[in-house]
């Protein structure tokens, strides 16, 4: 346990990565979008925009780059591959936790201000983030986890096997991911799926979103074991 | 005593390549080894398979008793500084703070005073610093670290003279206060000679030599002078190597000469000369090499 503590830390040697990193992309996605909206001429009624999708591709790069970058060193100091897993998932997970409070509490923040006086949408995404304070921090805590631990199976995977490996495990996940279109497609049943999404609440696609992390997590946890350096 | 680094019929293959091949070592606590070779004669991959980066093929390998593979208790005890070591993209300062969070004898103190004498840059980002500078970092942390068992793969690449005198200085210096297993390869035989207690030589995946070095170093002489009183002295003894020019001849004879050889050689009027750790190991090495052909070359003429 100690040493998943010491690992945690020595991630957070190097602030940019964990700390800096995200809000600043998050900051300046955040100006960008007020001062387009500020400035749109004819603009009525609520505006939404995409933009929040910005913190979490900046967590997937920051998962890999967590395990790509810092893995050989830790490695030469006596860490072992499973702790050196074990402690990043761990900061992962208290990270995603304390990053979807601080998107909570912005999300609160923007709500009160009626989207900080301009009608704007950042924080709250309609479906998603659009519930009680507690569900938007526990659905933001899964997602942000997610992109975590899917960003640090990418930096396993890249390296153990390389740029080939990297991209032929993207192959698979989008081969799987057009396996399952062509299988519904096959079965001719979009009105099932229509059904499912419909009906799936905000709850469900967090349990789901949830079981999803765990399996990336065991995963990368699988991977890393018989990685070189 | 429990070998602080041991391995058995330890063998690591690439795909078409024998990387190690049945390599048995056994290395005591507390000693300084060198583990010479040339490029790639499968120094870093035994290094990395005792370090647990690396698994091997067949055979076992053990550090303080145990795998070293993914074993928290041994791994705690022991450091392993590439010449190539890849650090994240992040300044000085930090990688030996990082290394200092994980080494319970860690020295502060030591730490220090070798930045200072190698003038790393604390503020400097790794990947800016020149090769030597690398080294040293590598060297710092290495040293800093006081781990039980270290292990140094050519750990001075780019640096210069007196940064690699020094490096040899501090070594010594502390691990006579703080004794532990220290594993370090080098092409740099005989600069690093005076530092090693045993010598190992590995050549194409196999020990060809495993010697203390004390024994080494009167291993073999070199004998020169008239060639009839090199045949003279000479008869009888096991000869490396000889070389003739005109009716001048030396030979390099095996096993140590006690004074008798001495005076018989002065009376021959022979120069004697010891070889360096460096000759010694590039023959050793060379007679690895040449074994193969030399077979073949009884064979046809039998």
Not at chain 2, 35 to 43: D, E, F, V, W
Not at chain 2, 86 to 112: I, M, T
């Amino acid at each position: 346990m100690s040493t998943w503590i010491k690992v945690a830390r020595y991630q957070l040697t190097d602030r940019y990565v964990f700390l800096i990193s995200p809000w600043l992309i998050l900051t300046l996605d955040f100006l960008i979008n007020v001062g387009i909206v500020a400035n749109y001429p004819g603009r009525q009624g609520q505006v939404y925009v995409g933009a929040l999708s910005a913190i979490y591709i900046v967590l997937l790069t920051t998962g890999a780059l967590a395990i790509a970058r810092q893995l050989p060193f830790a490695l030469a100091l006596g860490v072992s591959r499973r702790s050196f897993y074990a402690g990043t998932a761990l900061l992962a997970l208290a990270v995603a936790a304390v990053y979807g409070l601080v998107l909570t509490l912005l999300q609160l923040i923007e709500r009160g201000t009626g989207g900080w006086g301009l009608k704007l949408h950042f924080f709250r995404v309609p479906y998603l983030l659009a519930g009680p304070w507690y569900l938007s921090w526990l659905t933001s805590f899964v997602g942000l986890a997610l992109a975590l631990a899917w960003g640090m199976w990418f930096g396993i995977v890249h390296r153990r096997w390389g740029l080939v490996g990297l991209l032929s495990f993207i192959a698979v996940q989008a081969l799987a991911l057009t396996a399952v279109l062509l299988i519904i497609a096959g079965a001719d049943d979009w009105h099932g799926v229509a059904r499912f999404f419909t009906t799936l609440t905000i709850e469900g696609l967090t349990g789901l979103l949830a079981a999803l992390t765990v399996a990336l997590l065991g995963g990368g946890y699988a991977t890393v074991r018989r990685l070189t350096v | 005593m429990t070998p602080a680094i041991s391995a058995a019929g330890l063998t690591r293959r690439y795909r078409d390549q024998l990387a190690l091949d049945q390599v048995t070592l056994d290395l005591q606590p507390g000693s300084i080894t060198g583990l010479l070779g040339r490029n790639g004669a499968g120094k870093t991959t035994l290094m990395r398979i005792v370090a647990g980066h690396e698994f091997a093929s067949a055979g076992t390998v053990t550090v303080l008793g145990a795998s070293p593979a993914e074993n928290e208790t041994v791994l705690r005890q022991m450091i392993f500084i590439r010449e190539d070591q890849s650090y994240p993209d992040f300044k000085v300062r930090y990688a030996v703070q990082a290394a200092s969070l994980f080494y319970p004898n860690w020295s502060h103190e030591l730490a220090g005073a070798l930045i200072e004498e190698f003038n790393l840059p604390l503020n400097r980002r790794i990947r800016k610093l020149s090769r030597g500078m690398r080294s040293a970092l590598g060297i710092v942390i290495g040293l800093a670290a006081r781990a039980e068992v270290t292990l140094f793969d050519e750990p001075y690449a780019g640096l210069d003279p007196v940064a690699r005198e020094l490096f040899y200085d501090r070594l010594l210096a502390d691990y006579a206060e703080h004794p532990r297993t220290v594993l370090l390869s080098t092409h740099l035989i005989d600069e690093a000679a005076g530092l090693f207690e045993r010598v190992v030589v590995i050549d194409r995946g196999r020990i060809v030599l495993n010697m203390a070095a004390d024994d080494l170093r009167g291993a073999a002489t070199s004998i020169s002078g008239p060639a009839i009183a090199v045949a003279e002295f000479t008869g009888g003894r096991s000869v490396w190597d000889r070389r003739r020019i005109a009716s001048q001849e030396s030979a390099v004879v095996a096993g140590a000469l006690d004074e008798t050889d001495r005076a018989r050689a002065a009376a021959l009027h022979l120069r004697l000369e010891p070889l360096t750790l460096q000759q010694v190991v590039v023959r050793a090495a060379g007679a690895s090499m040449a074994s193969p052909a030399e077979k073949n070359a009884e064979r046809t003429s039998a």
